[in-house]
């Protein structure tokens, strides 16, 4: 066993004839840059190998080699997170050598046990020949699958490896049945810009009966660069698919169509805006993506009319905020234009504080037009990536680790007078970024948040500075360009000029969108209408008649409650609304997916929705997680009171899927400093229930830093950014054991969208966090995690059979408005074995939130509807066994066997009980089951954590013990049922523990702990 020496101690290795000697070496002197720069190459490449191990067949020689290169890293981290100044660069050198020759001797061992010696990873763009033929061979056989999932994972990733002899498979993929296929497709040509597939696309453009494929065929012409398509592509120019017609748009501007210029100006002219958003953000904006295509374009009959946009007048208005990004487009289109007499008449001062929004762009744009940049060549090629080509499981393979906020474009590297942001940079601030840059960013997960509306050009040459800088120390990084709240295709190409030759640009974050989307409804106008043309499609004369639906008496909706139930308004013309808006949510964020995805090869788009409108301003969140890279919460101050981890877990929605949180470890609570326990306590909570954590303001702790007021900040804290980093770390070392994780356990909370944004709830204040509804559910998962009997949130609207197999039990508490094809779902669970739990008014309204005679459900709670007591509904013909009765006698529990399975109902509301009594109360039924929980725990108290996870893809169970409390946890036992051959260890630090055997149940004692504790029972 190796012994660490001093404080600081670095393992150096050498090569005898037997093997492999660790030696200590005592470093109680510091680590230099220096030694940076020539250790963490060598160690990033030693990473790599560790990497290759833990995907090859387990057995007992790569274990063992897995543990000698794992502490080889670890031990080396020691002496690397130490603060750089005096040490001896000579025996810096010594160090880099004998590390050097221990990772030559791995790699040797490395080959013979996987026959491979490179994994193409984040520090490697560019495939070998024999990799990439390998990887296509691969794909190919995908192609052939029955599942068209796997079709089209076959189809991207032929794409993905840039393999051109893939084209003739892809072109017959465009007649696949599934449109997924056919998009994805489409999506690859437009990669290989295949200009023998033009003619196929072209046919598909005008003929195919899928939107979505039309849509894309559309702006993969414009990217494969024919400019025979020039006369197709004009047709759609006005196209009543508005983003049919922004892709076509920016096509004709990739394609540089000459012909097109007096067209698209008159799009530009009309200021065409669909949507239009409250805030600064547009949704969809025909004129914006015309401004930049005739930049494109170059042709300088578009100059007047791109600064007569650039120089239109606005107000500090909600309804004149859209003029801000027709300016910014306007700005880009100028100089993509490349016209030098544009620069003496564009304005880069303003009276108006947030005119800084578009003085940024005019800044670049002169910029652009100095230096002659233009765009050349027809199409949009692609650049290499810096990804795995693998595409798309970044977030999914990977626990993101991002640091975010940081918006100063330089920073001290060593004692100096330089200032930053204006005021003087203190010695001690040079060592605390560098600690996080590698503590975040060596794995390649990290994002570089700023704030596109603001400065664009000092991000990006900040962005440049940071790239080069961890090029230089060996540092692997990813980019996520954040949007913060943008969300059109003219943002997109506005960030894709700005970065889109970054190898290292990986994707785009969109912070609170679904705030500024749902006010877009409102703050434009013409919901009346759009509402009556949604209904005159959706329904028959007939059918809106039995609907009591009057569309010539439909008003618009006012501005400020748009989220509420107005007045006049029946509950079926309010839940129709909702559908309307829900409908155009989900396809938003498809089709700007989609467009990004197609736009550059090997980007994700992550979206953070802010949990405090959650329900305020509710919509189908959860179901994005289907359509997106990446979704979470975003919060200033509630990441340790439960909420945010509620809202991850229901972001993943019983599936082992990518999951981040975006929280704030700098600030809480109205910005002010967090405390320590915040940060603490924050970080495990994020390392249990998400797949991923997005620091926003962790540089407040900077001695150097600004507030949000740009004045100096006075709390100044070095622990806590150690802490952060150690937590980095941590979350680097654990890895494996937090992705692709789901909830153990046999319990699953049905959380209805429909119910909670029915009129019911949704008639609330807008700054209010949660309404009743949502609030309940928080706190039935929350009670059962401090009981220690987990339960993971699914969505009611995506429910299916085969979503419902896992679970025993399924609890629907106060699920009062469901469909019939949600209460069959729900109705099939019980019949074929399954346990239902619901309470009163549960299924009492249809899909319209219109009361019904009876429940829904009626013949699977055994028993129908009479009326509402006091404190309970009456109910009547009980099939089933009454178990327990209110004060007034009414029944208040009934038991009613129902096919292979049971519902148990109670006629007061969960809410309305105590949380102990419904906790014993699902203790039971499970225990009547004969269903045992995944694993149990004994001398826990409930204000410990235990979140039990599995990884359906390895026989693994992961035990997450989080401690809220300030005095350590003691004396905690783990009981779970006997498993022939487990191996059972701390993620930690590897240390194996002994379980005891015991009445045919597996007793595993934990050591104690402050915060944080992860223990792994894998089977051998």
Not at 990 to 1017: A, M, N, Q
């Amino acid at each position: 066993m190796l012994k660490k020496i001093g404080l600081f101690i670095c393992l150096t290795i050498i090569v005898l004839a037997g093997g492999i000697e660790v030696i200590a070496a005592d470093t109680k002197t510091l680590v230099s840059r220096g030694t940076l720069d020539e250790l963490l190459p060598v160690q990033n490449r030693v990473r790599d190998l560790l990497v290759l191990l833990n995907s090859a067949r387990p057995g007992e020689a790569v274990e063992g080699l897995k543990k000698e290169v794992a502490q080889g890293i670890s031990d080396l981290d020691e002496a690397i997170y130490a603060q750089e100044k005096n040490f001896d660069k000579a025996e810096a050198a010594k160090i880099r050598q004998r590390y050097a020759a221990g990772e030559k001797v791995w790699r040797e061992k490395v080959i013979a046990l996987t026959g491979r010696d490179d994994l193409p990873h984040v520090s490697s763009p560019v495939l070998t020949p024999a990799e990439k033929a390998a990887l296509y061979t691969r794909y190919v056989s995908l192609c052939k699958g029955t599942d068209p999932a796997v079709r089209a994972g076959g189809a991207r990733g032929i794409g993905a490896v840039g393999e051109k002899k893939g084209v003739s498979i892809l072109l017959g993929m465009l007649s696949d049945e599934d449109e997924n296929v056919r998009v994805t497709a489409v999506i690859s040509l437009a990669w290989l810009q295949a200009g023998e597939a033009v003619p196929v696309l072209s046919r598909l453009l005008r003929d195919d009966k899928s939107r979505w494929v039309k849509r894309r065929c559309a702006q993969a012409l414009g990217q494969i660069g024919d400019r025979s398509v020039i006369p197709l592509l004009q047709t759609y120019i006005g196209s009543s698919d508005p983003y049919l017609a922004e892709n076509a748009i920016l096509s004709l501007g990739w394609l540089h169509a000459e012909e097109a210029v007096d067209d698209l100006i008159k799009v530009l002219k009309e200021k065409r805006i669909i949507f239009p958003v409250f805030a600064w953000q547009e949704a969809v904006s025909p004129s914006g993506c015309a401004a930049i295509a005739l930049g494109y374009i170059g042709d300088t009959r578009a100059l007047e009319a791109l600064l007569d946009i650039y120089q239109m007048p606005y107000q500090s208005t909600d309804a004149e905020y859209y003029v801000l990004n027709l300016r910014k487009s306007a700005a880009l289109g100028l100089g993509l234009l490349g016209d030098e007499r544009a620069v003496a008449k564009i304005n880069m001062t303003g009276k108006w504080p947030w005119a800084v929004y578009t003085m940024d762009y005019s800044k670049y744009a002169a910029e652009m037009i100095r230096q002659g940049r233009k765009e050349a060549n027809s199409g949009i090629r692609q650049y290499e990536i810096s990804s795995h080509p693998s595409f798309y499981d970044f977030g999914r393979n990977t626990f993101m680790r991002t640091l975010s906020g940081f918006q100063y474009p330089t920073y001290p590297q060593e004692k100096t007078t330089e200032t930053v942001s204006g005021f003087p940079a203190e010695k001690t601030g040079s060592q605390d970024l560098p600690l996080l840059y590698r503590t975040a960013v060596s794995t390649g997960a990290n994002m570089w948040r700023y704030i596109e509306a603001f400065q664009p050009v000092n991000s990006y040459m900040g962005i440049r500075e940071r790239i080069d800088y961890m090029e230089k120390i060996g540092l692997k990084t990813q980019i996520f360009v954040d949007f913060n709240g943008g969300s059109s295709k003219p943002d997109f190409m506005r960030m894709f000029v700005l970065y889109g030759d970054l190898p290292a640009w990986q994707g785009v974050d969109q912070e609170e969108l679904e705030f500024s989307l749902t006010r877009a409804w409102h703050s434009g106008g013409k919901v009346d209408i759009k509402l009556r043309e949604y209904l005159s499609d959706k329904y028959s004369p007939n059918e809106l008649q039995s609907l009591g639906i009057d569309l010539s008496a439909i008003k618009t909706l006012p501005l400020e409650k748009g989220h509420t139930c107005p007045p006049g308004f029946s509950s079926v013309l309010f839940s129709e609304y909702n559908e309307m808006k829900d409908e155009a949510y989900l396809e938003f964020f498809k089709e700007h997916t989609q467009f990004i995805h197609c736009l550059r090869r090997g980007t994700d788009c992550r979206y953070s929705f802010s949990q405090s409108y959650a329900s305020g301003y509710p919509g189908r969140y959860w179901e994005l997680a289907d359509i997106v890279d990446g979704c979470g919460p975003e919060n200033a101050d509630r990441q340790v009171d439960g909420t945010a981890t509620f809202w991850a877990e229901l972001s993943r929605n019983g599936e082992p899927r990518s999951s981040t949180v975006f929280w704030w470890p700098g600030l809480s609570k109205g910005w002010t400093p967090s405390d320590e326990e915040y940060v603490d306590k924050g970080f495990a909570s994020s390392l249990a229930h998400t797949q991923g954590v997005i620091l926003w303001g962790a540089e407040f702790y900077l001695p150097w830093a600004l507030s949000v007021k740009e004045k100096p900040v006075k709390y100044y804290r070095n622990d806590k950014m150690e802490l952060i980093a150690a937590y980095m770390k941590l979350a680097q070392r654990i890895e494996p054991y937090l992705t692709q994780t789901r909830i153990a356990t046999p319990v699953a909370l049905i959380y209805s969208e429909r119910t909670g944004k029915s009129p019911f709830y949704c008639d609330i204040d807008s700054s209010a966090y949660h309404n009743a509804y949502s609030n309940m559910q928080m706190g039935i998962w929350r009670k059962l995690t401090e009981a220690h009997l987990p339960i993971e949130p699914v969505i009611c609207e995506t429910i299916s059979p085969k979503k419902l197999a896992p679970y025993k039990l399924v609890v629907l508490a106060n699920g009062r408005v469901l469909s019939e094809e949600e209460e069959n779902t729900i109705r099939e669970f019980v019949r074929q074995g399954g346990t239902l739990l619901a309470d009163a008014s549960t299924t009492l309204y249809d899909r319209w939130s219109r009361q019904r005679r009876d429940y829904g459900l009626s013949d699977v709670f055994g028993l129908s509807f009479n009326g509402l007591s006091a404190n309970n509904d009456a109910v009547k013909d009980i099939k089933g066994k009454v178990m327990a009765r209110c004060d007034n006698g009414d029944p208040e529990l009934t038991l009613h066997r129902y096919g292979k399975g049971m519902c148990i109902f109670s006629t007061r509301s969960l809410e309305k009980r105590e949380p102990r009594m419904w906790q014993e109360l699902i203790a039971s039924i499970l225990k009547s089951m004969n269903v045992s929980l995944p694993v149990e725990v004994e001398n826990c108290p409930a204000d410990i954590d235990v979140v039990p996870r599995r990884q359906p893809n390895k026989d693994r169970l992961i035990v997450h013990l989080i401690n809220w409390r300030k005095e350590e946890a003691k004396g905690i036992v783990l009981k779970l049922n006997k498993v022939d051959k487990v191996k059972v260890f701390y993620a930690a630090d590897d240390r194996e523990i002994v379980p005891e055997s015991k009445d045919g149940r597996l007793i595993i004692p934990i050591r104690d702990f402050k915060t944080y504790e992860i223990v792994v029972i894998e089977k051998q």
